[in-house]
């Protein structure tokens, strides 16, 4: 009850007009309903409110689609963007037929996967801090009409403006293809908009760290601490919503989308990762770079079910043209210490409370609930199992011949690909229920018919390619 009393009191003052219950679909994307504060007691806020589940796309049927929002009340903050006051409250989403947690809910599955974890014994904390980077565009068009199959994107630092007309001059300092990482003004021209988003983002409780240019133009990155796996994905909630509404009050688009740009970098999601037991890092020993053997055994976890992880971690078509040699990603199942070019980095740390693994591979356009929970499970499998992740490869695996990489097991090529390993290799989601073989069918299902409209949509590069043939 003190969290009810106190939501109760914020609510009086912050003189709240609206309540608004926030969930997460399967896709990743907040959806929300806002409660009259006149209509707010007590009840609504242990009890939570009732929604059409039917509506939600991968979720219920419409002969069974009454479902109820329970508010956690420890996630209450202010929406810094509503012209009306509005607190904001993270939902779980319950079966009120059973009166517990509905088991395609990410949130759910999330919080699952951690009291699967506790009650192994092998650990009680997961920690995990995600670096999501993400593009700042000032004019963005696109077109699937039968008669017109075309995207079409404008920034200021963008280098194809170098010779465009403006009314107010061309200011001409812009980062290069593969130029922007870390230049100061005016070659970022982002500097104000990224501190804004960091400053909002600290107003609504993020612990926020730092923000820089990254390296394709256009492109940004913010940091915020490391953090408990769900609250951590509450965050990135947070983040994707200050990102995307800041740069809308600037009269900018931004994108998590992966690969918006051809022949430069895409957008990733590098995503920290350590377990703790009794106040201790469990990844600190005396093994490579300062790792313990229960640290690469979760490594052996995360490498031997990565296809499978891709799935929610790359959780989109575009992903895969991010995950591509060339253009810095990694895409090769290895592990080392201070590469970043190896999918598991091990950061160099001093002291052993920072011991860490850093999976390079995921990206920010699919579910953090679900991204986290994979990754989490299967380092889990990995340490029950003794998974040997192999021997470290400290090279630049970007430049090794062939040869040297024969072997070597690499990250999904495609979406498709992803999603039948996802299919074939999901016994270690499933344990403790924290992911069901039902809740895998229906992301399957939805994921297949956006790969199905990927594969059946004539594209430009084929015009260019097969035209006149």
Known sequence: MSDVKSVLNLIKEKEVQY???????????????????STVDEEMLTKGIMFDGSSIQGWKSIDESDMTLVPDLSTA??????????????????????????HRDPRSIANAALAHMKSSGIADTAFFGPEAEFFVFDDVRFSTNQNLMAFEIDGEEGPYNTWKRYEEGNYAHRPKAKGGYFPVAPVDSGTDLRAEIVTVMTEMGVNMEKHHHEVAPSQHELGLKFDELVRTADNMQIYKYCVHMVSHSYGKTATFMPKPVVNDNGSGMHTHQSLW????????????????????????????????????SNASTNSYKRLVPGFEAPVILTYSSR????????????????KRVEVRFPDASGNPYLTFAAMLMAGLDGIENKINPGDPMDKDLYELPEEELEGVPTVASSLSQALDSLDNDRSFLLKGDVFTDDMIDGYLEIKDEECERLNQTPHPVEFDMYYSV
């Open 19 to 37: 309540v608004d219950f926030r969930f997460t679909n399967p896709a990743g994307k907040w959806q929300h309903t806002a409660q009259h504060v």
């Open 77 to 102: 903050v202010m929406d810094p963007f509503t012209a009306q006051p509005q607190l904001i409250l993270f939902c779980d989403v319950y079966e009120p037929s059973t009166g517990k947690p509905y």
């Open 277 to 312: 037991k009794g106040g201790s890092n469990l990844f600190a020993g005396s093994e490579y770079a300062g790792l313990s053997e229960t640290a690469l055994h979760y490594i052996g976890g995360i490498i031997k079910h990565a296809r499978a992880i891709n799935a929610f």
């Open 339 to 354: 590469n970043r070019s190896a999918s598991c980095r091990i950061p160099h740390v001093e002291g052993t409370s920072g």
